[in-house]
């Protein structure tokens, strides 16, 4: 499993950025590859890549924790703000997302979360709908605006690069300021006053 990029004494914004997908023959490489360069060419941003492929969490929730959790927790605990890359499977997410947001609670509380969907027809956009109910139950703050990859497998190229698009690079640098923008004023909050969930 990679570890972050950043280190106690950066003072960037820890941006960790979760792969959703573990499907064999998956197009989220390529897709985590494209977005991860552009948030990456930032000055202002530490990039964590987390791939949930490379994380292996347990498949049965239990009491204990493993290894593989204890380690994913400090990673999401340590990160400002998430970018969740998802792809649409039957109209929603993959499970193997659903099961690492269900392994904590805390480390999501009062931080930006934005995402990238891709799939066919629809880009993804219902999973991110989707996911935007199940990270309020978690009291995190998802961001409005999205990249979206419609039809991504004809935007792939036969090396596995996804390929430039003028519309998503825009997408991306607007989505990129706006979790960079939660992720300043809401750690500024939760140093000043801890976040209270009900």
Request: charged share 25%; proline share 5%.
């Amino acid at each position: 499993m990679t570890q972050p990029s950043w280190s106690d004494t950066d003072s960037r914004l820890r941006l960790a950025i979760i792969v959703g997908s573990t499907r064999d023959g998956r197009l989220a490489p390529a897709v985590a590859g494209w977005f991860t360069a552009r948030a990456r060419a930032r000055t202002d941003l530490a990039v964590d890549l987390i791939d949930l492929a490379d994380v292996r969490l347990p498949e049965v929730f239990s009491r204990t924790r493993t290894p593989e959790v204890d380690a994913l927790g400090a990673r999401l605990a340590a990160a400002d703000a998430f970018v969740v890359i998802t792809p649409e499977y039957n109209h929603s997410f993959p499970a193997p997302l659903k099961s690492a947001i269900d392994w904590f609670s805390n480390e999501w509380r009062a931080k930006p979360i934005g995402f990238v969907s891709y799939g066919g027809v629809g880009g993804g956009l219902r999973a991110v709908e989707q996911l935007r109910l199940v990270f309020a139950e978690l009291h995190a703050m998802t961001v409005r605006d999205t990249v979206s990859f419609h039809s991504v497998w004809t935007q792939v190229s036969p090396e596995g690069r996804l390929l430039e698009v003028e519309g998503a690079r825009r997408a991306a640098f607007v989505l990129l300021d706006q979790v960079a923008w939660w992720a300043e004023a809401l750690k500024d909050a939760r140093a000043r006053r801890p976040y209270a969930a009900a």
